[in-house]
């Protein structure tokens, strides 16, 4: 093998695992949301891994129906035209 020639990287089973389980609880949670255009799902890229590290032995789909309405900090991400969630403690 010539030295300009790469070798794949081995498949990284853990990242696609938590990157299944974001997707599946992003998509839980826009199918509950009534007005979906509002939801941004790329807040999801930087609370997904937040619930996955805490839940990732709970089913996505059960959990987004569970924590609806309660994203607490994360909700100007999911949300960023709503200004601030009627959760927000600082409200």
């Not at 909700?75 to 969630?85: D, N, V």
Request: no cysteine; glycine share 6%; charged share 25%.
């Amino acid at each position: 093998m010539s030295p300009t020639e790469e070798t794949p990287a081995p498949p990284n089973h853990a990242l696609k695992e938590a990157l299944a389980w974001i997707s599946k609880f992003a998509h839980a949670w826009k199918a509950i949301e009534p007005s979906p255009k509002s939801l941004s799902i790329d807040g999801f890229i930087i609370w997904g891994p937040v619930l996955y590290e805490k839940h990732k032995g709970e089913d996505p789909v059960q959990l987004a129906r569970q924590l609806f309405g309660r994203s607490g900090e994360y909700f100007k991400y999911l949300y960023p035209e709503r200004g601030r969630s009627s959760n927000d403690p600082r409200s």
